[in-house]
Nanobody, 119 residues
Framework: QVQLVESGGGSVQAGGSLKLSCTASRYTYYSTYCLAWFRQAPGKEREGVGSIDSDGSTTYADSVRGRFTISKDYVQNILYLQMNSLKPEDTAMYFC????????????WGQGTQVTVSS
């Protein structure tokens, strides 16, 4: 069973930065899993922010490309989301998710961490 725990959320002014972390349980081997960040704002559907495959390749949503960076620490099993130039529209609950790369469904989710960006 994969367990994911996010941290690093908070409140920041527009233009500021935050770095989110997602720590996996000790039995998770990040090198064999595909990982992603999602977010959900109040009254809106959950949307993908970006993902990182087992080979380290990344993809990003158009709304965050160039401002957000996904990375992972293979040794400590930590997934990161560096968020720069934050905008009020980035305000949401942020979730990390994991799946075996051979699967199509994001099977494992963290509990979320809140990010609030004020103008």
């Amino acid at each position: 069973q994969v367990q994911l725990v996010e941290s690093g959320g908070g409140s920041v002014q527009a233009g500021g930065s935050l770095k989110l972390s997602c720590t996996a349980s000790r039995y998770t081997y990040y090198s064999t899993y595909c990982l992603a960040w999602f977010r959900q704002a109040p009254g809106k559907e959950r949307e993908g922010v970006g993902s990182i495959d087992s080979d380290g390749s990344t993809t990003y949503a158009d709304s965050v490309r160039g401002r957000f960076t996904i990375s992972k620490d293979y040794v400590q099993n930590i997934l990161y989301l560096q968020m720069n130039s934050l905008k009020p529209e980035d305000t949401a609950m942020y979730f990390c998710a994991a799946r075996r790369c051979v699967d199509n469904t994001w099977a494992y989710w963290g509990q979320g961490t809140q990010v609030t960006v004020s103008s």
